[in-house]
Nanobody, 122 residues
């Protein structure tokens, strides 16, 4: 199974964006998934997560109040929506998955994608 992100690009401050992360190549049934981001020269930053077993979601500080994480009904695609994008949101956004509860609550990735670049201009 592989994860492929899409939906990034160059946007202007104040715009909204929806990123996708699609699983393919086999049976996909993770315990949970995340969105993370990393800007050049900065640490990786938690953005959002979803418990795949019950659909529970949590947002990280960077997007709290203006973001949403969701999945499609087929449970093969993960989404991240962010409103009111700002230049500080510029980063490589990637999705990751954990196959079991131990890895999920320890934030250990079992699977991750290559990421999609989001660049926000003023």
């Amino acid at each position: 199974v592989r994860l492929v992100e899409s939906g990034g690009g160059l946007v202007q401050a104040g715009d909204s964006l929806r990123l996708s992360c699609t699983a393919s190549g086999g049976v996909f049934n993770p315990y949970g998934m995340w969105w993370w981001r990393q800007a050049p020269g900065k640490e990786r930053e938690f953005v959002a997560t979803i418990d795949w077993t019950n659909g529970g979601t949590w947002l990280g500080d960077p997007v709290n109040g203006r973001g949403a994480i969701s999945r499609d009904s087929a449970k093969t695609t993960l989404y991240l929506s962010i409103d009111n994008l700002q230049p500080e949101d510029t980063a490589l956004y990637f999705c990751a998955a954990a196959n079991n509860a131990e890895n999920y609550y320890s934030r250990r990735f079992d699977l991750w994608g290559q990421g999609t670049q989001v660049t926000v201009s003023t």
